[in-house]
Structures are given as structure tokens and as C-alpha cells.
């Protein structure tokens, strides 16, 4: 019995030693109010931005949320010098390191756009928020102006994890404005790694061989009861 007991015991230190390995645990990639790389020029950067391997040396650095005309920006964004004809387009890019990519089995791209998004990850495109089909260029509008509570909405687009590699990563994003007189621009983004989920341990409960069984006793009346 005494055997029994402590297999039992065994088993309650594996559920607890064990019970939170098996539950899949969240880490942050990219956290939001971070800091990213940006180019607020105006200047037409084609699609080379995008690379993983593409240089952005000479980009200003700056905490997000980027922009401009909202009074919440950690980072100001400059549209240019007419009020009338401002920047269309404003690049980003963040790199970040994942030593293990076979260990997470999903990511998760939370951001705040106004108006339009694209993102890529290392190179491909994984989300595109109120922009048109088709190629994308410098000049090409958002679908819909943003206003109002939608301007600070979080957007959440599931992301395949078999884009992400070994070592350095690069995430970018174009903003673009529904108008050249736009009042105002957004962007912050944060990226969540689900680490892949390890198999449940087993653990087997058996009776050790020779524990003797509870045995009957009988009782008599003693004479005289």
C-alpha cells in the first residue's frame, strides 16, 4: 500500500512540475511603442525597402506611435513643406532575432494604420488594410479615409511562421494616406510568437508486484457478549 501511495505522489509532482510546459506561451517579437526605422521624405523607394538585406543606415529612428496631427504621436512625421500636397507614403522597418524558428508555430501582427497598411516579412507581403489590389507604388492612395475612434483601432492578421528565419528578421510596413491634404497619419505595430506546443509527458500508474490485498477479518462474539 505504502507503494501505492507513492506512486500517486509521483504522479501529482509530474502534473505540477510538468502542467505548465504544456500549455503554449506567448513572446513578444516586436513590442508596441518600440522603436522603428523611417523614412518620412517623400522620396519613392521602390520595392528594395522591403529586403531583409536592404540597407536603412541612413534612416531616422524614432518610438512608436509615429505620425502626425493626433497630439498622441512619440514620434512626429514630417508631410512636407505644402499642407496642400502632403507625403503620401511613409516607410518603416524593424528588425528583430529569433534563434529557433521550428519552435513557434504562429505569429500574431497586431497594428494601428490611418489610413492604409501593407506589411512584409522578410520581403513578403502578409497583410494589406484599406489599399487597393494590385502593385502598390509610392503614390498610390488608401481605400478609405480614417477618422475619428478608427484612427486608434488595433488591427490582428494571423501570420504563417515559416517566413520567419534564423538570426535577423526585418518586418516593414507602408503607411499611405487617403489624400494628399490628409490632416493626419498613424502607425505602432507590436508581433507575438506562440512557441510550438511540446507533447502532454505520461506518466503510468501500476500496482507494484507483491502489495498484498486489503484481507477480510472476521470477529466472533466473545461468550458471554
Known amino acids: 500500500m505504502v507503494r501505492v501511495i507513492r506512486t500517486l505522489v509521483v504522479f501529482v509532482l509530474a502534473v505540477v512540475v510538468f502542467g505548465g510546459i504544456v500549455r503554449s506561451a506567448d513572446q513578444v517579437l516586436i513590442p508596441a511603442g518600440t522603436a522603428w526605422k523611417y523614412s518620412d521624405t517623400g522620396a519613392n523607394l521602390g520595392t528594395a525597402w522591403r529586403a531583409t538585406a536592404y540597407s536603412d543606415a541612413t534612416w531616422l529612428s524614432g518610438i512608436a506611435p509615429l505620425g502626425y496631427g493626433d497630439g498622441d504621436e512619440a514620434t512626429v512625421l514630417s508631410y512636407g513643406a505644402s499642407s496642400s500636397n502632403r507625403y503620401v507614403t511613409y516607410y518603416f522597418r524593424r528588425s528583430f532575432t529569433v534563434s529557433s524558428p521550428s519552435t513557434i508555430s504562429a505569429l500574431t501582427l497586431r497594428y494601428v494604420r490611418d489610413d492604409g497598411a501593407v506589411l512584409y516579412l522578410n520581403g513578403a507581403e502578409v497583410a494589406r488594410s484599406n489599399m487597393p489590389t ?81 484481507a477480510k477479518q472476521r470477529f466472533s462474539k466473545a461468550s458471554g457478549s
Do not use: K
Not at 510550438?196 to 509527458?201: C, F, G, H, S
Not at 505520461?202 to 507483491?210: D, R
Open 134 to 214: 494590385g502593385t502598390i507604388s509610392s503614390t498610390t492612395l488608401a481605400t478609405t479615409a480614417i477618422s475619428s475612434a478608427d484612427e486608434s483601432v488595433w488591427h490582428s492578421v494571423s501570420v504563417d511562421p515559416s517566413l520567419l528565419v534564423a538570426g535577423t528578421n526585418v518586418l516593414a510596413v507602408e503607411i499611405h494616406q487617403q489624400s494628399v491634404s490628409s490632416s493626419d497619419v498613424s502607425f505602432d505595430l507590436e508581433l507575438i510568437a506562440t512557441d510550438a506546443q511540446p507533447a502532454a509527458p505520461t506518466v503510468t500508474l501500476t500496482t507494484p508486484a507483491g502489495t498484498p490485498r486489503c
